[in-house]
């Protein structure tokens, strides 16, 4: 999987690319980042990537002709999609993610101060995407959301595959209470089901706190889960769903 990220600001970007999940993900092949800066393609003497608004208005915009330029010289083999982060693009989510885990190339294009001058968009055409409904001052840390929660879901990014498939929001539901070492803390214990080697037993406990938890903190999920996810379970699930539920 290759991400490429234009943004004014790639120390940014290259600082949160060099820790954890997504360093060892780079160092074992499974993603590529390329970092372009477009002031780098400015044809302007002073370097400037922003000007002032026809119409006048408040704050400085990004000029055209640098970010143009940056995307037309990113390799386009992987037959890549592109997208603009933006408050007024589509709101991002796990389905999104999983959805974007399975293409071979995404380029994203972060903006900065009041945006994008339009003609970036209509030239560049790309998918307009929203990590939530608050502004940020630019699209690196947008950015960087989409290019770690899509690495998370790929083979070999994480230690244990496991660990992604039981994500919360990756099934619908929020993530069960995970326990270890030591048995007893402040008089607090870990449930005794985990304890007995009973696989069967546990997933089934698991199941049910994902759902109690989903039930009481995003009854929104809980109920779109209930009437879109509820058909996808296995058997025993579905089965021990409705002994609770129904």
């Known amino acids: 999987m290759k991400f490429t990220v234009l943004t004014l600001f790639p120390e940014l970007v290259a600082a949160n690319l060099s820790q954890s999940i997504l360093k060892r993900a780079i160092e074992a092949g499974v993603i590529e980042v390329e970092i372009i800066n477009p002031r780098d393609f400015t044809k302007d003497k002073h370097k400037k990537v922003d000007d002032t608004p026809y119409g006048g208005g408040a704050g400085m915009l990004l000029a055209v002709q640098p970010f143009y330029d940056a995307f037309l010289s990113v390799d386009k083999t992987l037959n890549p999609r592109t997208f603009i982060t933006t408050p007024s693009g589509k709101k991002y989510d796990q389905n999104f993610a999983n959805e974007l885990s399975r293409e ?91 304890l007995n080697g009973n696989h069967k037993e546990i997933e089934e406990w698991r199941f049910l706190k994902q759902l109690e938890i989903t039930k009481q903190k995003r009854p929104d999920l809980f109920e779109k889960f209930v009437s879109e996810k509820i058909n996808s379970l296995p058997k025993n699930l579905k089965k021990f769903f409705k002994n609770f539920y129904i």
């Open 104 to 194: 071979n190339h995404i380029i994203l294009l972060c903006g900065h101060y009041e945006g994008f001058d339009q003609r970036i968009i209509d030239l560049i055409k790309p998918e307009e995407i929203s990590i939530g409904d608050y502004v940020l001052t630019g699209g690196e840390l947008p950015a960087l959301c989409i290019i770690d929660s899509v690495t998370r879901l790929l083979d070999g990014a994480i230690g244990n595959n496991e660990s992604a498939e039981f994500d919360s929001f990756q099934h619908g539901l929020l993530e069960h209470p995970h326990y270890t070492k030591p048995r007893e803390y402040e008089g607090l214990k870990v449930p005794e089901v985990l």
